[in-house]
Antibody, heavy 122, light 107 residues
Framework: QVQLVESGGGVVQPGGSLRLSCAASGFTFNSYGMHWVRQAPGKGLEWVAFIRYDGSNEYYGDSVKGRFTISRDRSKNTLYLQMNSLRAEDTAVYYC???????????????WGQGTLVTVSS | DIQMTQSPSSLSASVGDRVTITCRASQGISNFLAWFQQKPGKAPKSLIYAASSLQSGVPSKFSGSGSGTDFTLTISSLQPEDFATYYCQQYNSYPYTFGQGTKLEIK
């Protein structure tokens, strides 16, 4: 069965960096695009980033563009989110999600991880 | 950016009721619309993609419709486990955007 397990969250000071990981199993990782989505405490869902199945293209939300980088390692079946220049408003639970369709057929999220909490505070 | 507006923001209903949640896009998004359910402290669960296609394992009591700018999620015969917050999301153009959520509560 599909499993997505995020890790790497924690407490970081403003201006600091953190790298999140999402270990994928139960599906052909290299055939599916992947998303990062976050949720600030008590708030709604916010789309963060997307990477195509082959890593050839990346897309970002306006609030993280230029500070966050999404990447993937096909040999490790792992998705990453490198977060730099962190701000208090980046405090959130970060979820990775697999897309519905193989290759480029459909980019809706279908399976989600359990999330990892990032707290940006001095 | 495309703005997604859900209505209502909150909704009270009884077990056995049928409810409809609306999602409106600020510009046309064809059928690139997904619906998610989220319970407190849990990850979102995917319900519908491509506006009306049911995700695997999701019961047929959930149905979606619409195209262009106006979409609906209908839940029939509400059960206690259906009380949650529901989100729509457009994935027609970047940045992908979510609605603000609709909290479905027990009356």
């Amino acid at each position: 069965q599909v499993q997505l397990v995020e890790s790497g969250g924690g407490v970081v000071q403003p201006g600091g960096s953190l790298r999140l990981s999402c270990a994928a199993s139960g599906f052909t990782f290299n055939s599916y695009g992947m998303h990062w989505v976050r949720q600030a405490p008590g708030k709604g869902l916010e789309w963060v980033a997307f990477i195509r199945y082959d890593g050839s293209n990346e897309y970002y939300g306006d609030s993280v563009k230029g500070r966050f980088t999404i990447s993937r390692d096909r040999s490790k079946n792992t998705l990453y989110l490198q977060m730099n220049s962190l701000r208090a408003e980046d405090t959130a639970v970060y979820y990775c999600a697999k897309v519905e369709g193989m290759w480029d057929s459909d980019y809706a999220a279908d399976y989600w991880g359990q999330g990892t909490l990032v707290t940006v505070s001095s | 950016d495309i703005q997604m507006t859900q209505s209502p923001s909150s909704l009270s209903a009884s077990v056995g009721d049928r409810v409809t949640i609306t999602c409106r896009a600020s510009q046309g998004i064809s059928n690139f619309l997904a619906w998610f359910q989220q319970k407190p402290g849990k990850a979102p669960k995917s319900l519908i993609y491509a506006a009306s296609s049911l995700q695997s394992g999701v019961p047929s009591k959930f149905s979606g419709s619409g195209s262009g700018t106006d979409f609906t999620l209908t839940i029939s015969s509400l059960q206690p486990e259906d009380f949650a917050t529901y989100y729509c999301q457009q994935y027609n153009s970047y940045p992908y955007t979510f609605g603000q959520g609709t909290k479905l509560e027990i009356k």
